[in-house]
């Protein structure tokens, strides 16, 4: 089982940044995909970014061009840099893996969830 923690939420204004963290319990070259997803009252949770073993990465329409997924292999970390902090990405973001094995096939986990406030 993949346990995941995420960090780094937290109130900022409209227009600054926040960075996201999400540690995993397992080296995330055994891990095929990881993404962060968020979630506001009485919405569905939406994909946010994703990013594969393989580096290749995938940014939602909403915030192409100002957050970016990235990971740390060493540090068994994915990160999401947050930059130009708009009110509409207020949510709880959720760090999710995806696992799969010839075994048990697909296994998906999620974190707990950062709350991200963005407030003037």
């Known amino acids: 089982q993949v346990q995941l923690v995420e960090s780094g939420g937290g109130l900022v204004q409209p227009g600054g940044s926040l960075r996201l963290s999400c540690a995993a319990s397992?080296?995330?070259?055994?891990?095929?995909?990881m993404g962060w997803y968020r979630q506001v009252p009485g919405k569905e949770r939406e994909l946010v970014a994703a990013i594969t073993s393989g580096g290749a990465t995938n940014h939602a329409d909403s915030v192409k061009g100002r957050f970016t997924i990235s990971r740390d292999n060493a540090k068994n970390t994915v990160y999401l840099q947050m930059n130009s902090l708009k009110p509409e990405d207020t949510a709880v973001y959720y760090c999710k893996a995806d696992v799969y094995s010839d075994v048990g096939g697909w296994s998906r986990y999620w974190g707990q969830g950062t709350q991200v406030t963005v407030s003037s």
């Open positions: 397992a080296s995330i070259f055994s891990i095929n995909y």
